[in-house]
């Protein structure tokens, strides 16, 4: 009574009654006219662009870099003077546009970069790279060591960092002008 119903049930299922085998181990020829495979797309990675960080790699602020002659610009945000000064609510000071540059290149350094890439100028090419799944822009704007472009998509991310007083943001005076 089982195998009937078995025999049953596999006459329904696709590719059922042929005996032609559904894998080889040798190339086959295939013939568009005669046979009806479905075409599947190939997958489609925007990030196409590698680089690979060097130690010797100079970051200019905390959005942008120099490697090889090249220079980077990190596509989606803004990056403060390397020179600012923050003024925390407790009264302390620190060099926060020093450490913009100094987050960017520990989060970069002998990192792999894949990247999609802008030309812009001779040697100057805008980036929005990730490292692994992490996207480098979104990652900056968290720390709240830069600002997110107008229109990046990274506003909310920003207003957590904000919220949170991480980076430029302990600054009341960034808060107050949103501006840093």
């Known amino acids: ?14 590719y059922a009654g042929s005996q032609e085998p559904i894998w080889t181990d040798r ?9 009806q495979y479905e ?8 990030f196409v662009t590698k680089i690979r960080v060097k130690p010797q790699a100079q970051a200019f602020d905390g959005g942008s870099f120099q490697q090889d002659g090249m ?9 403060p003077d390397p020179k600012r000064i923050c003024h925390a609510d407790d009264g302390s000071i620190r ?6 540059r100094a987050f960017l290149k520990s989060l970069i ?11 812009i100028a001779l ?30 998509g990274l506003i909310a991310v920003e207003q957590d960092a904000k919220r949170r007083r991480a980076g430029l943001w302990a600054d009341a005076g960034c808060r107050l002008s949103e501006r840093c």
Request: hydrophobic share 45%; charged share 20%.
């Open 1 to 14: 009574m089982l195998s009937a119903a078995h025999d049953a049930g596999a006459n329904e299922l696709p």
């Open 27 to 35: 190339p086959v020829r295939v013939d568009k006219a005669a046979q």
């Open 39 to 46: 075409r599947v797309a190939g997958l489609f990675d925007a």
């Open 71 to 79: 220079i980077y610009i990190i596509a989606d945000v803004v990056g």
């Open 95 to 100: 060099a926060c546009g020093s450490q913009s």
């Open 109 to 119: 350094n002998r990192r792999y970069l894949e990247c999609r890439a802008l030309p």
């Open 123 to 152: 040697q100057t090419v805008m980036i929005d790279c990730r490292i692994g799944q992490y996207r480098v822009a979104e990652t900056l704007v968290a720390s709240g060591y830069v600002r997110a472009a107008r229109d990046a």
